[in-house]
């Protein structure tokens, strides 16, 4: 069981905005950058967003991040059919000494 | 080519031991921090161990800790996973990642995954 929450699943029709919350509390995210993965079935995650809201090389601007006290979030704008996928956010948790993710959030593009 | 590549993955009797190896090429290994996280299947990822660039400083999950050993050989560009006493729980595929460098300096990101091993542990 994860210390960190999703919802298991978010959906969303073509163009739309899909957003996903990851909460936490205060020896994970509340004092941690969040970072956030993105995995397709049968595939390794991949880096989407760190440090809370930055983006990697090649990654879209249609995805962004941002975090407020213990709560973060990954938003998805302009919703494609080739972002189905699962979610996962992650951090560092100070009481466990460890890395901690969320339990992750299927995304469907109806 | 910039790459992660587990081997050692199968099936082993509870109770049993297996060591995984993650071969890395194309950057330099030795400046960075390396895990394990394995995906049990259907599931969701869990963060298992971590090793420093020099391989002085560890840490481990509790669900591992004390069976699990992550080591490496920066001579080899190689880092293991040394599994002890294996339960059924530990039946998942196991993947190696590294922290990101951020203009030289270690972040908490894994910007680059092998494609995993699969560990199965059962009777």
């Known amino acids: 069981q994860s210390v960190l929450t999703q919802p298991p699943s978010a959906s969303g029709t073509p163009g739309q905005r899909v957003t996903i919350s990851c909460s936490g509390n205060s020896s994970n995210t509340g004092s941690n950058y969040v970072y956030w993965y993105q995995q397709f079935p049968g595939a390794a995650p991949k880096l989407l967003i760190y440090?809370?809201?930055l983006r990697p090389s090649g990654v879209p601007d249609r995805f962004s991040g941002s975090k407020s006290g213990t709560s973060a979030s990954l938003a998805i704008s302009g919703l494609r059919s080739e972002d189905e996928a699962d979610y996962y956010c992650?951090?560092?948790?100070?009481?466990?000494?460890?890395?901690?993710f969320g339990p992750g959030t299927k995304v469907t593009v109806l | 080519e910039v790459q992660l590549v587990e081997s050692g993955g199968g099936l082993v009797q509870p109770g049993g031991s297996l060591r995984l190896s993650c071969a890395a090429s194309g950057f330099t290994f030795s400046t960075y921090w390396m895990h394990w996280v394995r995906q049990t299947p259907g599931k969701g990822l869990v963060w298992v161990s971590q090793i420093n660039s020099d391989g002085s400083i560890t840490t481990y999950a509790d669900s591992v800790k004390g069976r699990f050993t992550i080591s490496r050989d920066n001579a080899k560009n190689t880092l293991y996973l040394q599994m002890n006493s294996l339960r059924a729980e530990d039946t998942a595929v196991y993947y190696c990642t590294r922290d990101q460098l951020v203009r030289g300096l270690r972040d908490d990101a894994f910007d680059m995954w092998g494609q995993g091993t699969m560990v199965t542990v059962s009777s």
């Open positions: 440090r809370n809201n």
């Open positions: 992650a951090t560092w948790d100070d009481s466990l000494s460890g890395r901690v």
